[in-house]
């Protein structure tokens, strides 16, 4: 069975500050691997998503996650963050092939501070 | 494109009422998923539709239902309100259940009082 683990419910940067949100996950087969934010009262907006090929993969507002199989990880990051990056944000799994099921974790919150 | 449109955004029913939420996908996406978000659970998938067929199930009671048009459009039906159905539902679209992302709607917010 598929299943998601987010590190640490909320994080807290400064403004500026780099941002680091962990993921590891847990997959019997190669997983499809997805970054999801979420604001205020509104749907999941796709960040990122890694299926096959390059690790270090590179999505919208300059986040960026690297998969890296022997650590079952795939952690998002922002080098720097701004004050509209403050949201929770969601790791999710899928499997290869079916990715009309998403596994999600249990979200992050981001909050900046100036 | 228009993005995933559902309707109502916001309802309150009664306990032991029924609801049908709607979602029209993306033009030209053929797989509809839902989500059940709740503060305690957090995000869950509850079933998903490919070519007015279910492909996938959630571990949700069967008083959660859902069907596919023709056109890709949704609903899902539940019967029977608890208490505990008070979330928000997510519902997202894809090209093709073997592959690609998922693009969400702004979700309905059901309230059961």
């Known amino acids: 069975a598929q299943s998601v683990t987010q590190l640490g419910s909320h994080v807290s940067v400064s403004e500026g500050a780099l941002v680091l949100l962990r993921c590891n996950y847990s997959s019997s087969v190669p997983p499809y691997l997805f970054w999801y934010v979420q604001y205020p009262n509104q749907g999941l907006q796709l960040l990122l998503k890694?299926?096959?090929?390059?690790?270090l993969v590179k999505g919208i507002n300059g986040f960026e996650a690297e998969f890296k199989k022997s650590e079952t990880s795939f952690h998002l990051t922002k080098p720097s963050a701004h004050m509209s990056d403050a949201a929770e944000y969601f790791c999710a799994v899928s499997l290869f092939g079916n990715t009309g099921k998403l596994i999600f974790g249990q979200g992050t919150t981001l909050q900046v501070k100036p | 494109k228009a993005g995933v449109t559902q309707t109502p955004r916001y309802l309150i029913k009664t306990r032991g009422q029924q609801v049908t939420l709607s979602c029209s996908p993306i033009s030209g996406h053929r797989s509809v998923s839902w989500y059940q978000q709740t503060p305690g659970q957090g995000l869950q998938f509850l079933f998903e539709?490919?070519?007015?067929?279910?492909?996938n199930k959630g571990n949700f009671p069967g008083r959660f239902s859902g069907r596919q048009f023709s056109n890709s459009r949704s609903e899902m039906n539940v019967s029977t309100l608890e208490l505990g159905d008070s979330a928000l539902y997510l519902c997202?679209?894809?090209?093709?259940?073997?592959?690609?992302?998922?693009?969400f709607g702004p979700g309905t917010r059901l309230t059961v009082t």
């Open positions: 997202a679209s894809s090209l093709d259940t073997g592959k690609g992302e998922q693009y």
């Open positions: 539709y490919f070519s007015e067929t279910q492909r």
């Open positions: 890694y299926t096959t090929g390059a690790t």
